[in-house]
């Protein structure tokens, strides 16, 4: 994704993102089809303008959870592909820096299959074909027989480096973090938003901020109620306002600690919701869960501040892939046979 010359363009693209914003689903698609089978869940999107096309296209070759997949996986695709051939100028750039965050998936992706002994089909269903890399480079990574052959794949990339140095954990621990922490930390460091003015701009790094203080967050308190012997600092995204890499190392041995900062922070009103399901003893998925949607609702309210700006269009990206991965979640609920409820406490539900 190379700079496209021409002067910003975010009215005409914000027009047309209004108008997919207004095609997802709501609340109530979702537990309509939390009812519904895999067979009866494909016929539901087909009956929809956003995924007839895929549904119709894959049919014949794929079927049930499967075919659910690939067509979720091939819309979101291209659906932000539309949304890059729309942006000229700067937007462009903006976009395609946020749209990044597919390669971080589709690398992390290809780790956990190897590291998991899956098979190549399994690990190509969940690649997400949105980001900067070419069907080439997803090819050399779907073809990789070690995890050593993936860091050599992407030794000319933004990950090559990161992914280098976090080697020599990984065969010593035998565990993944090492190498998906750098793996964020590259994504993220090219978030960096120190290039952005204008108040329309300052607004959009508002929401970066947020995106890195939220991840902290989590992964402090995934840290904290581990109880594993782990420097925080490894899993420290630099970028956000919230926290620093010693702030960590003192807050993750007392949780309350941690929330409380959270909770006395400029996002104390958009995650009062999620600290207190914390705070009722609930699981951490449905703390992360909470803050998916507090994150989704900030995005939303700055798009409304400066309508005419990056942000609706991060913030429509946010939705579409809170679309994607509330249908995935029923789908695969459904075929393992959990039930409706147990399904729901996956879903992120404003």
Same mark, same amino acid.
């Given at each position: 994704?190379? *700079?496209?010359?021409?002067?910003?363009?975010?009215?005409?693209?914000?027009?047309?993102?209004? *108008?997919?914003?207004?095609? =997802?689903?709501?609340?109530?698609?979702?537990?309509?089809?939390?009812?519904? $089978?895999?067979?009866?869940?494909?016929?539901? /999107?087909?009956? @929809?303008?956003?995924?007839? #096309?895929?549904?119709?296209? =894959?049919?014949?070759?794929?079927?049930?959870? %499967?075919?659910?997949?690939?067509?979720?996986?091939?819309?979101?695709?291209?659906?932000?592909?539309?949304?890059?051939?729309?942006?000229?100028?700067?937007?462009?750039?903006?976009?395609?820096?946020?749209?990044?965050?597919?390669?971080?998936?589709?690398?992390? &992706?290809?780790?956990?299959? /190897?590291?998991?002994?899956?098979?190549?089909?399994?690990?190509?269903?969940?690649?997400?074909?949105?980001?900067?890399?070419?069907?080439?480079?997803? &090819?050399?990574?779907?073809?990789?027989?070690?995890?050593?052959?993936?860091?050599?794949?992407?030794?000319? &990339?933004?990950?090559?480096?990161?992914?280098?140095?976090?080697?020599?954990?990984?065969?010593?621990?035998?565990?993944?973090?090492?190498?998906?922490?750098?793996? %964020?930390?590259?994504?993220?460091?090219? =978030?960096?938003?120190?290039?952005?003015?204008?108040?329309?701009?300052?607004?959009?790094?508002?929401?970066?901020?947020?995106?890195?203080?939220?991840?902290?967050?989590?992964?402090?308190?995934?840290?904290?109620?581990?109880?594993?012997?782990?420097?925080?600092?490894?899993?420290?995204?630099?970028?956000?306002? /919230?926290?620093?890499?010693? %702030?960590?190392?003192?807050?993750?041995?007392?949780?309350?600690?941690?929330?409380?900062?959270?909770? #006395?922070?400029?996002?104390?009103?958009?995650?009062?919701?999620?600290?207190?399901?914390?705070?009722? $003893? &609930?699981?951490?998925?449905?703390?992360?869960?909470?803050? #998916?949607?507090?994150?989704?609702?900030?995005?939303?309210?700055?798009?409304?501040?400066?309508?005419? @700006?990056?942000?609706?269009?991060?913030?429509?990206?946010?939705?579409?892939?809170?679309?994607? #991965?509330?249908?995935?979640?029923?789908?695969?609920?459904?075929?393992?046979?959990?039930?409706?409820?147990?399904?729901?406490?996956?879903?992120?539900?404003?």
């Amino acid at each position: 994704m190379s *700079s496209r010359a021409g002067s910003s363009n975010p009215e005409y693209v914000n027009a047309r993102v209004r *108008s997919r914003r207004g095609a =997802l689903f709501d609340d109530d698609d979702y537990r309509k089809m939390l009812r519904m $089978g895999p067979a009866e869940i494909a016929r539901y /999107l087909e009956e @929809s303008p956003a995924y007839e #096309e895929e549904i119709n296209a =894959l049919g014949s070759r794929f079927s049930g959870v %499967d075919l659910i997949e690939y067509a979720l996986n091939r819309s979101l695709a291209d659906d932000f592909n539309d949304i890059l051939d729309w942006c000229q100028g700067r937007l462009y750039d903006l976009v395609a820096r946020y749209l990044r965050q597919f390669d971080a998936w589709n690398v992390k &992706t290809v780790l956990r299959g /190897l590291y998991a002994d899956a098979d190549r089909e399994t690990v190509d269903v969940d690649l997400i074909r949105a980001g900067e890399f070419d069907e080439r480079r997803l &090819t050399r990574l779907l073809d990789a027989a070690t995890i050593e052959d993936v860091v050599e794949v992407l030794s000319d &990339t933004i990950f090559g480096d990161p992914l280098e140095a976090a080697y020599e954990e990984y065969e010593e621990t035998g565990v993944l973090v090492p190498l998906e922490n750098a793996v %964020d930390r590259a994504y993220y460091g090219r =978030l960096s938003t120190q290039d952005l003015r204008g108040e329309a701009l300052v607004e959009y790094r508002e929401f970066l901020e947020a995106e890195i203080d939220f991840r902290n967050a989590i992964n402090a308190l995934r840290l904290a109620r581990s109880g594993a012997d782990i420097d925080p600092a490894e899993y420290f995204i630099d970028g956000g306002t /919230l926290f620093s890499a010693a %702030d960590l190392r003192g807050l993750v041995g007392s949780p309350d600690e941690l929330a409380d900062r959270i909770r #006395e922070s400029r996002y104390g009103e958009e995650l009062s919701t999620p600290l207190s399901t914390l705070d009722e $003893g &609930t699981s951490l998925i449905a703390f992360e869960r909470a803050m #998916e949607a507090s994150l989704l609702e900030y995005a939303d309210s700055l798009g409304r501040i400066h309508p005419v @700006s990056v942000t609706p269009v991060v913030s429509y990206i946010l939705a579409k892939q809170r679309e994607v #991965e509330n249908i995935r979640a029923i789908a695969r609920g459904k075929e393992a046979g959990l039930s409706e409820d147990e399904i729901e406490d996956e879903l992120v539900i404003l």
